[in-house]
């Protein structure tokens, strides 16, 4: 019996990479730890993120033990299915607080603009690895439309957050699949020359952003009441920390959505700056291990995928603690495995399950 289960054990775990799982788990702990602090100790929102965490376990096993060509065949079927369904979102998407961006699909609505976040650095990944053997600079002329088309769907309806992370991973990829440095730094100087016409494009809510940034003070009520409060709160916690459940910013509300986008707000002010050096390592040690198994995928096709997974999730930790800190806009990210919510939890292990197959299913791929 003992072997029995033994063996039983190895095979469910044969394709889980042991370091990615332990940082995850230690990162799902503190959320719980912050959200049932944030919450106002309300035990049915942590166990509604404790369900949350097992269906991405779930996610996350069941991608582990998918091989990365099963992956490739689906790349073009679900960036086009994907694309389809924004332009569902754009034609017959229903509108909630003068925003276009859900769908519904029988009994329930679903966000699409969630799958692009997979869909489209998969199916840059896959053109890439096609066309290896004579890649030229119209291959990223076409690579780079692949990206837009999709990013232009989602900023359309609108949703920034979401498509600075769409296009954050895509570039990743075109990054990783060597675009020119002289490219990027001419892409780099075209921007800033566009950005007076950006601005006139803008939304209201979104010019307001940026002028919030800048000084948030101008509105201490209304727009710059977000980041006022959060870099109140983060300053407070000084070194130590408050404690545990003792935030008072958090606990005599006054920092909004403290479960979710400001949930880093809550942590510093009770935890400090300690505490934040610590999360700041679990971070830094999942970002290094999905680089390490992106350094030894041996395809480039999970070379360029795993890249752009793991550079990703560098991007929503930094976004989600820069909007806080009051160093970024605000803008719809959510802190990487603390913040409440199913949707990015579930895209985040998703994620992570790809690597884990990455790393573990190398030695059946012939490089």
């Not at 775990?13 to 049932?36: R, Y």
């Not at 890439?128 to 291959?139: I, V």
Request: proline share 4%; net charge positive; hydrophobic share 55%.
């Amino acid at each position: 019996m003992p072997h029995l289960i033994k063996r039983v054990s190895r095979l469910l775990t044969a394709h889980l990479d042991v370091q990615l799982l332990l940082v995850t788990a230690l990162l799902m702990a503190v959320s719980l730890v912050v959200i049932f602090s944030g919450s106002n100790q309300n035990l049915l929102r942590v166990s509604s993120q404790m369900i949350n965490m097992l269906v991405a376990f779930a996610v996350m096993y069941a991608f582990a033990n998918i091989p990365p060509h099963f992956l490739m065949r689906i790349a073009l079927p679900l960036y086009v299915f994907g694309v389809m369904l924004l332009v569902c979102v754009a034609l017959f998407g229903d509108i909630v607080n003068g925003a276009r961006r859900w769908l519904h699909v029988g009994v329930t609505r679903i966000q699409p603009s969630e799958i692009m976040k997979i869909a489209v650095p998969l199916m840059l990944a896959w053109y890439f690895d096609r066309y290896a053997k004579s890649l030229r600079f119209t291959n990223h002329i076409v690579a780079a439309a692949l990206l837009f088309i999709p990013v232009g769907l989602v900023v359309r309806q609108p949703d920034l957050g979401t498509a600075m992370l769409i296009s954050a991973a895509g570039c990743y990829v075109l990054f990783l699949a060597g675009l020119s440095w002289r490219i990027i730094i001419g892409l780099a100087v075209a921007g800033a020359a566009s950005l007076p016409l950006l601005w006139s494009i803008m939304h209201d809510y979104q010019r307001q952003r940026i002028l919030t940034l800048i000084d948030p003070s101008q509105d201490p009520l209304g727009a710059g009441y977000h980041t006022i409060q959060s870099t109140i709160a983060v300053g407070s916690g000084g070194i130590l920390g408050k404690g545990w459940l003792q935030g008072t910013q958090t606990h005599l509300d006054f920092i909004p959505e403290r479960t979710t986008d400001f949930i880093f707000a809550v942590y510093s002010e009770e935890f400090g700056l300690l505490g934040n050096v610590l999360l700041l390592l679990l971070f830094m040690l999942m970002i290094a291990r999905g680089m390490v198994i992106t350094a030894n995928a041996p395809t480039l096709f999970t070379r360029l995928f795993g890249g752009a997974i793991t550079l990703t999730f560098f991007t929503y930790a930094f976004v989600n603690m820069g909007m806080v800190s009051g160093i970024l806009p605000v803008v719809g990210v959510p802190l990487p495995l603390i913040s409440y919510g199913g949707t990015s939890l579930v895209t985040i292990c998703l994620g992570l399950g790809i690597l884990m197959s990455i790393q573990t299913h190398k030695k059946l791929v012939q490089s």
